[in-house]
Nanobody, 126 residues
Framework: VKLVESGGGLVPVGGSLRLSCAAS????????IGWFRQSPGKAREGVSC????????YPPDSLKGRFTISSDNTKNIVYLQIDSLRPEDTGTYYC????????????????????WGPGTQVAVSS
């Protein structure tokens, strides 16, 4: 599977961005796709994931806050909407796949995901 992120940029505090993750190759409905981010000097961390087959997301809708993940399986694109951007959201945002595994709270860790994209840069100016 090949993943390519896009949609990053420089935005002011309080602004919004929609990031895209385009998947090609052997992507299946049994897979899940996750969004991760890495801020300068910090470890990579998970933001949100979605199961392609049933659309289940983590965190669940009730806890999403400023981040909303969605998927267009017809285009093999997963989106990450980020609202009310803060300076601490600055970093590189990556998407990755978990083959044959649903998006779950217990599985959503960096080491469980592979086929990473090159990332897209997000910079929030204060």
């Amino acid at each position: 599977v090949k993943l390519v992120e896009s949609g990053g940029g420089l935005v002011p505090v309080g602004g919004s961005l929609r990031l895209s993750c385009a998947a090609s190759g052997s992507i299946a409905d049994d897979d899940s796709i996750g969004w991760f981010r890495q801020s300068p000097g910090k470890a990579r961390e998970g933001v949100s994931c979605i199961s392609r087959g049933n659309g289940i997301t983590y965190p669940p809708d009730s806890l999403k806050g400023r981040f909303t993940i969605s998927s267009d399986n017809t285009k093999n694109i997963v989106y990450l909407q980020i609202d009310s951007l803060r300076p601490e959201d600055t970093g590189t945002y990556y998407c990755a796949t978990a083959k044959y595994h649903d998006c779950t709270a217990t599985y959503f860790y960096v080491l469980n995901y592979d086929s990473w994209g090159p990332g897209t840069q997000v910079a929030v100016s204060s």
